[in-house]
């Protein structure tokens, strides 16, 4: 994940939890998963709308 390893993620963890406190620190994780679940998923609908395209786009050369 990012070239990143065990030792560099509990050094995050770490500062994180200095920075932030132990209170804020779940609502923080919390919503950076929703976004980046989020970001799959729009990442998803464009995939999808793009072989949608490229499929119309064949079928249009078909039927020319």
Do not use: Q
Request: net charge positive.
């Amino acid at each position: 994940m990012f070239g990143l390893g065990i030792p560099e993620l509990v050094l995050i963890l770490v500062i994180a939890l200095v920075i932030f406190g132990p209170k804020k620190l779940p609502e923080i994780s919390r919503s950076i998963g929703k976004s980046i679940n989020e970001f799959k998923n729009s990442t998803s609908d464009i995939t999808e709308t793009a072989k949608t395209i490229k499929d119309v786009s064949d079928v249009a050369k078909k039927l020319k």
